[in-house]
């Protein structure tokens, strides 16, 4: 159980272009989705936090006008890479959070983005 | 200073070592104690979880918590092959947010 998935999982697109990545969680309700973004060995760094039916929350240093956070229903969230860069190509992870007692998240595969 | 710090490797043993990977941590709010597993252009995979201090053990993977000097350690026991990979340490104060370690990268010669 507690199956993440992501869509897709590698996308190269042009600069200035948007770009769309799906975060589902297959078998079970998340209230909380995260997103994380990964350089080559480097650490996963939060992104923001994204919660059923409300705003997502941005850590600080992220522009929430480039990367936008929908989180729609229970089991799908989205980020949005709008206008993308060169330097926006990275390792997107998401994770949901399936409750219990130390908040455990539960990772996706990944989508790989390389900004042309 | 890094409020967690972990040796990127790589670490290369033989097959059938003790593998023991390590993190310090400077926040002394953290309670719960992750290692990740993650392989190349996947998604980090939940190996062991420790709340507070103490040992546990699953299988070959043994996690450490010693919050008095703010260190935690994994054991792999008789490594595989297949345990080649980039291991995460990862902590939180009981929040949403988890702190990740830079990942050290294990490679275990046949």
């Known amino acids: 159980g507690a199956v993440v998935s992501q869509h897709p999982s590698r996308v190269i697109c042009k600069s200035g272009t948007s770009v769309k990545i799906e975060c589902r969680s297959l078998d079970f309700q998340a209230t909380t989705m995260f997103w994380y973004r990964q350089f080559p060995k480097k650490s996963l760094m939060l992104m923001a936090t994204?919660?059923?039916?409300?705003?997502?929350?941005?850590e600080q240093g992220v522009e929430k006008d480039k990367f936008l956070i929908n989180h729609a229903s229970l089991t799908l969230s989205t980020l949005t890479v709008t206008s993308a860069h060169p330097e926006d190509s990275s390792f997107y992870i998401c994770?949901?959070?399936?409750?219990?007692?130390?908040?455990?998240?539960?990772f996706g595969p990944g989508t790989r983005l390389t900004v042309l | 200073q890094k409020e967690v710090e972990q040796d990127p490797g790589p670490l290369s043993v033989p097959e059938g070592a003790i593998v023991s990977l390590n993190c310090t941590y400077s926040?002394?709010?953290?309670?719960?104690f992750m290692w990740y597993r993650q392989y190349s252009r996947k998604g980090p995979e939940l190996l062991m979880y420790?709340?507070?201090?103490g040992n546990k053990e699953d299988g070959r993977f043994t996690a450490q918590v010693d919050k008095s000097s703010k260190y935690i350690s994994l054991f792999i026991r008789d490594s595989q092959p297949s345990d080649s990979a980039t291991y995460l340490c990862a902590m939180s104060s009981g929040t949403y947010k988890y702190i990740f370690g830079t990942g050290t990268r294990l490679k275990v010669l046949a």
């Open positions: 926040n002394s709010a953290f309670q719960y």
């Open positions: 994770s949901a959070r399936a409750g219990g007692a130390y908040n455990e998240q539960f």
């Open positions: 994204s919660n059923e039916g409300s705003k997502a929350t941005y």
């Open positions: 420790t709340y507070s201090s």
